[in-house]
């Protein structure tokens, strides 16, 4: 539904920005993106406690972009 009401464009350009956010966040924290599928990331760090870092960053940052895109 919301691809009709949006188009597929809105959507890839959102998906592009998640990669992205991803990307800068683990790169910041020294971790490695293993691959991206579709809105999926899989990474990995160096110990438990960057990976919850990494994690809660991420989900700031696409707070940050979703209000700043709305």
């Known amino acids: 539904m919301s691809v009709q009401r949006h188009g597929i464009i809105h959507h890839l350009a ?11 966040v683990t790169e910041s924290l020294r971790g490695r ?3 991206f599928e579709a809105d999926n990331a899989f990474l990995t760090f160096g110990t438990v406690t960057t990976a919850i870092r990494a994690a809660l960053r991420i989900k700031e940052r696409f707070t940050e972009s979703n209000r700043a895109t709305s």
């Open 33 to 35: 993106v293993v691959k």
């Open 14 to 24: 959102k998906i592009h920005r998640m990669w992205d956010i991803v990307g800068e």
